[in-house]
């Protein structure tokens, strides 16, 4: 099984931008939950937003309202969806399968 995120880029605060985790090896449809979770330079890698099959979506604190995760069954992959993007944003965003992480898409996002 393989993760695949891509998306990541260079954007102004306010900006938007949406992120494609491509699952390889699975059907995301056989998956209880798939998550995105970001690391900014000297912090802790921190869940950001998870689908899962029993209670929807959940989303940190700090993104609510602003992004939204949503899983494209027929393209096998998860989107994220980043919308009023704030300098604090700027991380390392992965995606997540339990025991599997993805490779990882820079989001930098300028004051």
């Known amino acids: 099984v393989q993760l695949q995120a891509s998306g990541g880029g260079s954007v102004q605060a306010g900006e938007a931008l949406r992120l494609t985790c491509t699952v390889f090896?699975?059907?995301?449809?056989?998956?209880?939950?798939i998550s995105w979770y970001r690391q900014a330079p000297g912090k802790q890698r921190e869940l950001v937003a998870r689908?899962?099959?029993?209670?929807?979506?959940n989303y940190a604190d700090s993104v609510k309202g602003r992004f939204t995760i949503t899983r494209a069954s027929a393209r096998n992959a998860v989107y994220l969806q980043m919308n009023s993007l704030k300098f604090e944003d700027t991380a390392v965003y992965y995606c997540?399968?339990?025991?599997?992480w993805g490779q990882g898409t820079l989001v930098t996002v300028s004051s």
């Open positions: 997540y399968l339990p025991d599997i």
């Open positions: 090896g699975i059907e995301i449809n056989n998956m209880a939950s």
């Open positions: 689908s899962s099959i029993f209670d929807g979506a």
